[in-house]
């Protein structure tokens, strides 16, 4: 299982019609130096993503996958997406990076164990390394996933 999950250099933006957007915002001072980074869901409430079990039917209209998008990324700065320790793994990757040439990354589907429970909290940390900074910026936001019982 690969560990870090990062587009090839040069692609597009990555667009996910099943996925729920997360945009990494980096607030910038009068310099341009990063100051504070937020993340914004599209919805008001934290992320929520669905899971089918296997052989049950899946519904089409609900998101599947998490799309983070950077949002104003300078050269040499990186986001990376992490899991927090101790958690069962939720995707097929627990790390995530984004740079100025790979502005958004899909998480891909979630690997759930219903043994744990039927709506699940996967926490992850977000991390900004710049060259304009001598201790990263960083957050800790959440997905919530849910298990479609259709």
């Known amino acids: 299982m690969s560990t870090v999950h990062a587009l090839r250099k040069g692609s597009p933006l990555v667009t ?3 996925a729920v957007r997360v945009m990494l915002v980096i607030e910038r001072n009068e310099s341009g130096k990063p100051r504070r980074l937020v993340a914004r869901p599209a ?30 990324l300078q050269p040499r700065e990186v986001l990376r997406v992490e899991a927090r320790p101790r958690q069962h793994p939720m995707f097929q990757w627990d790390t995530f990076e984004l740079d100025e040439h790979n502005p958004s990354v899909v998480s891909g589907p979630a690997e759930m164990d219903v ?17 304009r900074l001598a201790i990263p910026l960083g957050l800790e936001p959440l997905v919530i996933v849910v298990v479609e019982d259709v």
Do not use: C, K
């Open 16 to 18: 996910a019609s099943d």
């Open 43 to 72: 919805s008001r409430s934290d992320p929520v993503i669905h899971w089918t079990r296997p052989m049950h039917h899946r519904t089409d209209s609900v998101a599947r996958e998490v799309l983070w998008v950077a949002d104003d």
């Open 115 to 131: 043994a744990n429970g039927h709506r699940q909290v996967w926490t992850y940390a977000v991390r900004l390394r710049s060259p």
